[in-house]
């Protein structure tokens, strides 16, 4: 091989490995936007091109950086890449062999608000379990929204015609630009305190970019913290918003908003006629069921001779007072009549059982006047007792001058000792 400018000519072999040195030594950083991807199971690279408003290019990237780039390519992003040219000999091909790659303008916000909302749905801020139920008839609702533009009248206008009963709690905030996501999460803060039931987050459609304030995490979070049911309506079909994920209802448009949370006040009129209509059947059937049972009570035997009811007990007492009354008479003869035959018996008994109890005591009688001591003195014999009443045995109780009582069959004698003999 000669380098080029000298005379001897080079086979295409070598004019395409002199191309191919050439083309990779240059490391360059380009954007474009994907016009078509072939990332099929088995290749071992990502086959790709890009163009602009007047060329197109032919790419690859071999898979393990491309898995690494953490990107899912698609026809209409726009990527920044950093690669090399680089040729295919066999073919004649030439091809931009990709180094690094990420999303670009748009691309680099639809990344970015990936991220975020794979994180929050991680932490199960996207659960449908988590997502509350709205109130079926609030009487406040909370509306967060720019003041200016149609969405604000879109709302206003479907609730007046739809709900005209409730109270709207209307919070004015920028839905674009710098602030605007902390100026809303201030807005729905407002209405919540102002005892809002159900708040609505809405605002009319836009770019990718003007829609990043609902993308916004620390919105994102107050709204799956918020204490009351938030519903959504963005206004891009297109696209889903962070704010729409972790909303308790998505609706697509600032007036499908409206609708999810405001009963048609012609379909309550037609559900309470429907109600009122219903109950009256049923209690007119009620009414209809009472008065036959009325009619069938009232031919009962019982209510047409209402002395029916006590005829049977009266019987039973005529017949109990007449039995009393046979029956109290020939008891009290009876009683008497035992009374008298019981009174003979004790009077008999009672004769008898005296004149043994006079016989013993009799006996008894004589056995202790045989015992008594009257009756030894009575036969000439006497008691001596000295001064404290003691019968006196012996000569030796008693001491010269003691007083002593001699018991007599007749009497007693108060004495004086004044001698003693042995």
């Not at 801020?125 to 969405?151: F, Y």
């Not at 803060?189 to 809002?196: C, E, I, L, N, S």
């Not at 008298?340 to 006996?363: K, P, V, Y």
């Not at 045989?370 to 109780?397: E, F, K, M, N």
Request: aromatic share 4%; net charge negative.
């Amino acid at each position: 091989m000669t380098q080029p400018g000298g005379t001897e000519p080079l086979s295409v072999s070598a004019a395409m490995a002199l191309a191919k040195s050439a083309l990779e030594s240059v490391t360059i950083t380009l954007v474009g936007e994907v016009s078509e991807v072939a990332n099929k199971p088995g290749y071992k690279a990502v086959y790709f091109s890009v163009k602009d408003e007047n060329a197109t290019m032919p790419c690859m990237m071999w898979m393990n950086k491309y898995h690494a780039a953490g990107i899912e390519l698609a026809v209409g992003q726009l990527v920044q890449m950093t690669g090399r040219f680089t040729l295919y000999a066999p073919k004649g091909r030439m091809n931009f062999d990709v180094f690094a790659l990420s999303l670009a303008g748009e691309g680099d916000l639809r990344q970015r608000v990936a991220q975020i909302a794979r994180t929050l749905q991680a932490e199960g801020l996207m659960d449908p379990m988590r997502k509350r139920a709205l109130p079926d008839s609030p009487q406040a609702i909370g509306l967060v929204t720019s003041p200016r533009g149609a969405a604000v009248h879109d709302v206003l206008r479907t609730l007046r015609r739809r709900y005209p009963l409730a109270r709207v709690l209307l919070a004015g905030v920028p839905v674009e630009g710098a602030g605007a996501a902390q100026g809303i999460v201030e807005g729905m803060r407002t209405v919540v305190d102002a005892g809002a039931q159900v708040l609505l987050l809405v605002r009319g459609g836009g770019s990718f970019e003007d829609l990043m304030p609902f993308n916004d995490e620390a919105l994102a979070r107050y709204i799956a913290s918020c204490p009351i049911p938030v519903v959504t309506g963005i206004g891009h079909e297109p696209d889903t918003s962070i704010a729409d994920m972790v909303a308790d209802l998505r609706a697509s448009t600032p007036t499908a908003a409206a609708e999810a949370v405001a009963p048609d006040v012609r379909e309550m009129r037609a559900a309470l006629s429907a109600h009122e209509a219903s109950m009256a059947r049923a209690l007119e059937a009620k009414l209809r069921n009472h008065e036959m049972a009325i009619e069938r009570y009232s031919t009962r035997p019982l209510f047409c001779d209402p002395m029916q009811l006590f005829a049977m007990p009266a019987q039973t007492i005529d017949m109990l007072s007449d039995r009393l009354n046979r029956a109290i008479p020939a008891g009290i003869t009876r009683d008497a009549e035992r009374v008298e035959r019981l009174e003979s018996a004790l009077a008999r008994q009672g004769s008898t059982l005296l004149d043994r109890f006079d016989n013993e005591i009799a006996l008894h009688a004589s056995r202790l006047d045989d015992l008594s001591p009257l009756a030894v003195i009575g036969r000439g014999y006497s008691l001596t007792r000295d001064a404290q009443g003691r019968l006196v045995r012996s000569i030796t109780q008693v001491k010269h001058g003691d007083a002593v009582e001699v018991l007599l069959g007749d009497g007693s004698l108060h004495c004086e000792v004044i001698s003693s003999e042995s």
